[in-house]
């Protein structure tokens, strides 16, 4: 069992830390064994990477836990191997999910904000908060660069006792999942949940109900999940995003599906059968 507790810095290093080690999108993991874990201090000793930077994320298990971006996909530990974000999501427990989400995003935003965007000179590193600065510019000082986070909306869609899935022409052949969307500025979460609904498969819908949210690190989303009751409107894909789209039963269910155990549509889905 692992336990997470977020925090933006620490004052001293500890002997006891554990890493994450991420090299461009993927993770170090070891081929030998089921579940993606940390390194523990010895073995980043002894995996002689090539560190480029490292970010503190929290405490895991009470231990001091950090990220770290290497230069290059080699590490010398046995059964050591770097595999895809989305492939290992299948090998993250669920406990450590949300720091191994952390992990990622926190890289992606380092990485992608190493200069000023106002006089574009590079950043520093804030001593104390999540943040990149330029505390010399004057024309930019007090100026704080935060990991960024996209908010999204993502729903199920419900007409009795059937609920849509639709399939993205980004999915596997036969993967069908719950609609989502990006936010436009100036919406509200309840707008444009109806405008995405309307924009990808030509319906309206009525009687929201929050559900949850998750953190989703691919590459810095927040999803805001949702119940929604078809209100009226033909069933049509737009064709763009969505190729197909179909109202499904719990004895009609679709073989691919997002799981329930790290996926917020997979969670939306297994509730809504589970009170069926």
Same mark, same amino acid.
């Given at each position: 069992m692992f336990t997470f507790e977020p925090a933006n810095y620490i004052e001293n290093e500890a002997k006891d830390s554990v890493f994450f080690v991420i090299f461009d999108q993927s993770i170090l993991s070891f081929s030998n064994e089921n579940f993606i874990r940390p390194l523990t201090q010895d073995e980043l000793t002894w995996s002689y990477i090539e560190e480029k930077e490292r970010h503190f994320l929290g405490y895991l298990n009470k231990q001091p836990c950090y990220v770290i971006l290497v230069e290059k996909n080699q590490c010398e530990l046995e059964h050591s191997i770097f595999i895809d974000m989305r492939s290992a999501l299948g090998r993250m427990p669920d406990q450590l999910f949300d720091v191994i989400a952390r992990s990622i995003q926190i890289i992606n935003w380092s990485k992608d904000h190493k200069f000023c965007g106002k006089c574009g000179d590079? $950043?520093?590193?804030? !001593?104390?908060?999540?943040?990149?600065?330029? +505390?010399? =510019?004057?024309? =930019?000082? *007090?100026?704080?660069?935060?990991?960024?986070?996209? !908010? =999204?909306?993502?729903?199920?869609?419900?007409?009795? +006792?059937?609920? $849509?899935?639709?399939?993205? +022409?980004?999915? !596997? !052949?036969?993967?069908?999942?719950? $609609?989502? *969307?990006f936010i436009e500025p100036g919406e509200s979460v309840e707008s444009a949940l109806k405008r995405e609904v309307k924009e990808e498969v030509n319906i309206n819908i009525k009687n929201l109900e929050y559900f949850s949210s998750q953190a989703w690190p691919f590459p810095s989303q927040l999803m805001l999940g949702f119940y929604a009751e078809y209100d009226s409107g033909e069933l049509k894909p737009d064709g763009e995003e969505i190729d197909d789209a179909q109202w499904f039963t719990v004895e009609s269910m679709p073989t691919n599906i997002p799981p329930a155990n790290i996926s917020i549509s997979g969670k939306l889905i297994e509730n809504f059968i589970d009170k069926s």
């Open positions: 590079v $950043l520093e590193r804030h !001593p104390l908060e999540r943040a990149y600065h330029k +505390k010399d =510019c004057i024309q =930019c000082k *007090g100026q704080l660069v935060y990991p960024r986070i996209s !908010p =999204c909306v993502i729903t199920l869609i419900y007409r009795e +006792k059937e609920f $849509l899935l639709a399939h993205n +022409k980004n999915f !596997p !052949p036969n993967f069908y999942s719950t $609609l989502a *969307g």
